[in-house]
Structure formats: C-alpha cells, structure tokens
C-alpha cells in the first residue's frame, strides 16, 4: 500500500505554507531503489504523512502494532494533526526484524520528513501502540535527550524490540528512560503503572498514577498545557466514538498521553545538529551590542513558558541565551564534575558563535539549585569567563536527577544548595551572584541572606514563578551585569 499525505482539512490548507504539501508528497512518493540501507527501510515503513495547517508545533512518530496501521490509528494521526502536529505513521509490519535495524530505519524516516517540512529543529514524541512500544521504548532508550518522551498504548513484550519492553513490564528497568505517559486499557490497567517516571491516564482522560505517586480522584491535565491552551470537552470512549468523517473515534485518554508529552518542554527548539547538548537557542537580530551571553539552566520541567519568556527578553536587550533542558539533560543523573566539563564546552562553543563575549550563567529552579555546584568544579580556563551568577528561586536541597516525585514538589536530593552558594562565593574570583525568591515562597536556599561577600539577594512578588512577571526576571538578571532591557547601562545598586 502506498503510503499517504494528508493535509488538515476545510480552508486550513490556505494558512499552510506554500510547497509544504507537494515537497512531502514528493518525499512519500520516492521509489525504494533510489534510496539505500536505512533509508529504503525506513520509506518501506512509511505509512502515512499527516501535515498540520500551518507550522508544525510538535511532531509526532507514530508506530504500529503488529496488526499494522489501522484505521484506528489513522483516526488519531488525523485528530494529533488538527492540534498542529505533524504526523509520521511508521507500519511496524514493513520493518526490520532487528530492533537495532528497525530503530534506525524509524529514525531515518523521521529525519528525513521533519527536514522537509522545516521542523527538525522540534524534538519527536514518539506515540506507540502494542508491539509496537517496545521500539519506542528502545529509541529513547538509546536516545533520551533526542525525543520529548513517549506515549504508548497496550505495550507488549513483543515484537522487534520485545526484550526491552519485557524490562520495563518486568521491572527489571529501574526507571523510565524518558517522560512516559501510558494509556490505561478498558479496566484501568495498565502494565507499567510500577515502572518510576510512567504516568498512566484512564480512557476518559483521568490520571490513574502520576509519575511519582498515585492520585486520589480525578485529575486531569491543566488546560494550559494542552495544544492552544483549551480544556476540551468530555470524549466517549474510542470503541463508541466516531469523527465526522466517520473513522472510528479517538478517546481523551489517548490525546492526554501524546499532548501531555508534547506540552512538556514545549517552548524548546534544538540548537542544531552540531550542538551535542539539549540546547535552545534564543537571539535577537538588530538587538543592541553587549558584552555578555547567556546560558540558562532550566527547571525540571524543561524549557518551558517561563524560561522562554525570560531568555526572549535577554536576548532582545543584547544577551543572546543558550537555554539547556535539564528535563533532558538530567533524566539520567550526572554528577557535578561532569555537568561542569559540559558547561564548559557549551560555553566554549557559544563563544565560538557569539563572538568574545563573557557568560552570565542563569538558573531557575532546578537550574539553580545545581547551578553553584557545577560553577565550583568548572574548569580553571573557563572560569574566567563567567561574568555572573543569577539564581531564580533556588530550592534548599537538590539532587543531580530528573526525579518524577520533584512534579509532586517533593525535596528529590540531599545535597545543601544554600551551603555550596556561600561556598561558591568564597572561592577566589567567584563571579558577583544575585539569589532571587518568591515573595510567597515558603522556603529557600536564598534564606537566610548568604554572609558571604559578593551574594546578593532579591525578593520579588509571588510565588516560584515570580507571579509570571518575566519583565521583573529579565531586568534583574540583566541588572547584575550592567545591562538594562533596552540594552543601555544602568548603574548597580550598592
């Protein structure tokens, strides 16, 4: 069967842009003999192309089961495009026996459209079902910080890859290799509701477990996280429901596990293939000439609203920032010397960009809690070139791990932030350091007031989101370093 390529429906198509829809047919069409190796296999696996109205805001790998792609997953392909997702159906059938083959030629296919269609810089969520999740579960295995997470339904030990789906069924996987959300089955089960980091969501769109515990009553995900921020309105089951164009229908439960992976990190956009780490990169063309830039160390949930928010502003005011995703970059823990050497080639490699600039380090959250340690064991020839510490609402204790009990804002490490800032501040040539609370915090590491020459502390209103004042953020941060948000000097309080 020849794979398929459909655009969203109705008058959407004119918002497209022009050649996106003949350039992806094109690309469906090629014949297998012109390509080789992975790359035949991967078109072989081809099962449809779903492209979504106007520019891709996620991106979805879609795998079959053994049964193939069916018009159930066909239904959901078309529902996840109508949401701004561009689609890759992927027939499992069609593919190696190998695991290590399969995942390469899913891979290649998946490149190969998002380059096409101008979204590879877009992190995949790789959407799963059946025998068809345990190669899912082997890319991001294999891969972590190359995919957003998963979202499966059904996984069994079976098929290409069943070795690995039977660890994580088994519990012989100590953990989630990525964020995974699981589609309970018609009783509520599911077969990795044990697994650490698998959150698992009912029919009906109600989370089951969180990824850290278990929840009492219904929970579902927050509005605003969800494609456009709506609350959609209550879905039947997939067995009863059907579209208007009369495929059968697509369940809540189901849109909850692709959207609640895609909404996490959704602000973040690679920094190229040539950057190693889960970088995002934010400039501003025609901004005004400094002499800093940023690197940015995100919370625990990614790059998200308010780091994007923040880095917008910086970069308007002449502080290009180079944000890492420490949802990706810590899902695996990683002591401080080794965040340090990272932190330095990151750095290293912005220079080379952006010119001899210094480096304002910036942590929010998460960010800020390892943000001290990882300064401390920098590399001698790097430290020179910091040019600042900013911490936003650094917590007292932390860990060096993506931990799912952090979601539930429970403490997830042991190790004194507070401790390491005023140690940070006593090494010889530690750069100037601005902490940064919530009014409405209830605790943190910037309490007491570090006795530490060359600590500063800020109180802003609100809460660990500074009350969503990115503005206020943005002119602290830039402050400690002389810049203002129009990108003029101001001078420093004493």
Same mark, same amino acid.
């Given at each position: 069967?020849?794979?398929?390529?459909?655009?969203?429906?109705?008058?959407?198509?004119?918002?497209?842009?022009?050649?996106?829809?003949?350039?992806?047919?094109?690309?469906?069409?090629?014949?297998?003999?012109?390509?080789?190796?992975?790359?035949?296999?991967?078109?072989?696996?081809?099962?449809?192309?779903?492209?979504?109205?106007?520019?891709?805001?996620?991106?979805?790998?879609?795998?079959?089961?053994?049964?193939?792609?069916?018009?159930?997953?066909?239904?959901?392909?078309?529902?996840?495009?109508?949401?701004?997702?561009?689609?890759?159906?992927?027939?499992?059938?069609?593919?190696?026996?190998?695991?290590?083959?399969?995942?390469?030629?899913?891979?290649?296919?998946?490149?190969?459209?998002?380059?096409?269609?101008?979204?590879?810089?877009?992190?995949?969520?790789?959407?799963?079902?059946?025998?068809?999740?345990?190669?899912?579960?082997?890319?991001?295995?294999?891969?972590?910080?190359?995919?957003?997470?998963?979202?499966?339904?059904?996984?069994?030990?079976?098929?290409?890859?069943?070795?690995?789906?039977?660890?994580?069924?088994?519990?012989?996987?100590?953990?989630?290799?990525?964020?995974?959300?699981?589609?309970?089955?018609?009783?509520?089960?599911?077969?990795?509701?044990?697994?650490?980091?698998?959150?698992?969501?009912?029919?009906?769109?109600?989370?089951?477990?969180?990824?850290?515990?278990?929840?009492?009553?219904?929970?579902?995900?927050?509005?605003?996280?969800?494609?456009?921020?709506?609350?959609?309105?209550?879905?039947?089951?997939?067995?009863?429901?059907?579209?208007?164009?009369?495929?059968?229908?697509?369940?809540?439960?189901?849109?909850?596990?692709?959207?609640?992976?895609?909404?996490?990190?959704?602000?973040?956009?690679?920094?190229?293939?040539?950057?190693?780490?889960?970088?995002?990169?934010?400039?501003?063309?025609?901004?005004?000439?400094?002499?800093? =830039?940023?690197?940015?160390?995100? &919370?625990?949930? #990614?790059? %998200? $609203?308010?780091? !994007?928010? +923040? /880095?917008?502003?910086? *970069? @308007?005011?002449?502080?290009?920032?180079?944000?890492?995703?420490?949802?990706?970059?810590?899902?695996?823990?990683?002591?401080?010397?080794?965040?340090?050497?990272?932190?330095?080639?990151?750095?290293?490699?912005?220079?080379?960009?952006?010119?001899?600039?210094?480096?304002?380090?910036?942590?929010?959250?998460?960010?800020?809690?390892?943000?001290?340690?990882?300064?401390?064991?920098?590399?001698?020839?790097?430290?020179?070139?910091?040019?600042?510490?900013?911490?936003?609402?650094?917590?007292?204790?932390?860990? =060096?791990?993506?931990?799912?009990? &952090?979601?539930? #804002?429970? %403490? $997830?490490?042991? !190790?004194? +932030? /507070?401790?390491?800032? *005023? @140690?940070?501040?006593?090494?010889?040539?530690?750069?100037?350091?601005?902490?940064?609370?919530?009014?409405?915090?209830?605790?943190?590491?910037?309490?007491?007031?570090?006795?530490?020459?060359?600590?500063?502390?800020?109180?802003?209103?609100?809460?660990?989101?500074?009350?969503?004042?990115?503005?206020?953020?943005?002119?602290?941060?830039?402050?400690?370093?002389?810049?203002?948000?129009?990108?003029?000097?101001?001078?420093?309080?004493?």
């Amino acid at each position: 069967m020849a794979p398929r390529t459909r655009p969203a429906p109705a008058s959407a198509r004119r918002r497209a842009r022009r050649g996106l829809a003949p350039a992806l047919a094109l690309l469906a069409a090629l014949p297998h003999p012109a390509l080789g190796g992975a790359e035949a296999e991967a078109q072989a696996a081809l099962a449809t192309l779903h492209l979504p109205a106007g520019e891709a805001r996620s991106v979805a790998v879609m795998i079959s089961g053994a049964a193939g792609w069916t018009a159930r997953l066909e239904a959901r392909a078309a529902r996840l495009s109508r949401s701004g997702a561009l689609v890759v159906g992927v027939d499992l059938r069609r593919l190696p026996a190998d695991c290590g083959r399969a995942g390469r030629a899913t891979m290649a296919l998946a490149r190969r459209v998002a380059r096409r269609a101008g979204a590879e810089a877009i992190p995949p969520t790789l959407v799963a079902r059946a025998e068809g999740a345990g190669l899912a579960l082997a890319l991001a295995a294999a891969a972590p910080q190359d995919f957003k997470g998963l979202a499966t339904d059904g996984i069994t030990a079976a098929g290409p890859c069943a070795a690995t789906a039977a660890a994580a069924i088994s519990g012989a996987m100590a953990k989630a290799p990525a964020r995974w959300f699981d589609l309970a089955d018609a009783a509520g089960r599911s077969p990795v509701a044990a697994l650490p980091g698998v959150t698992v969501i009912a029919r009906d769109g109600r989370r089951l477990k969180r990824a850290g515990g278990e929840v009492a009553g219904d929970e579902a995900m927050p509005a605003a996280s969800r494609p456009g921020g709506q609350a959609p309105a209550p879905a039947p089951t997939e067995a009863s429901a059907a579209t208007p164009a009369g495929m059968p229908g697509v369940s809540q439960g189901f849109l909850e596990t692709v959207w609640s992976v895609s909404g996490a990190d959704f602000a973040f956009r690679g920094g190229g293939s040539a950057e190693p780490l889960p970088v995002a990169l934010h400039e501003a063309p025609g901004a005004p000439a400094s002499d800093v =830039f940023v690197v940015f160390l995100s &919370g625990d949930g #990614g790059w %998200a $609203t308010f780091d !994007a928010e +923040v /880095a917008e502003r910086l *970069a @308007a005011a002449g502080a290009p920032v180079a944000g890492l995703s420490l949802l990706r970059y810590l899902w695996r823990e990683k002591d401080p010397e080794r965040i340090a050497a990272d932190l330095a080639g990151l750095i290293e490699r912005r220079g080379a960009d952006w010119g001899p600039r210094r480096a304002l380090v910036v942590g929010f959250s998460m960010g800020a809690n390892v943000a001290p340690f990882v300064l401390r064991r920098l590399p001698a020839e790097a430290r020179p070139r910091i040019a600042g510490l900013v911490l936003l609402v650094p917590e007292r204790r932390t860990g =060096f791990e993506i931990s799912p009990a &952090g979601w539930l #804002g429970e %403490a $997830t490490g042991a !190790a004194d +932030v /507070a401790a390491e800032i *005023a @140690a940070l501040a006593q090494t010889p040539g530690a750069p100037p350091i601005l902490c940064i609370r919530g009014a409405e915090e209830a605790a943190s590491a910037c309490d007491p007031p570090p006795a530490a020459e060359g600590v500063r502390r800020l109180v802003l209103p609100g809460g660990h989101h500074l009350g969503k004042d990115h503005d206020a953020a943005a002119r602290a941060i830039l402050g400690l370093v002389g810049l203002s948000p129009a990108g003029r000097g101001v001078a420093q309080d004493p």
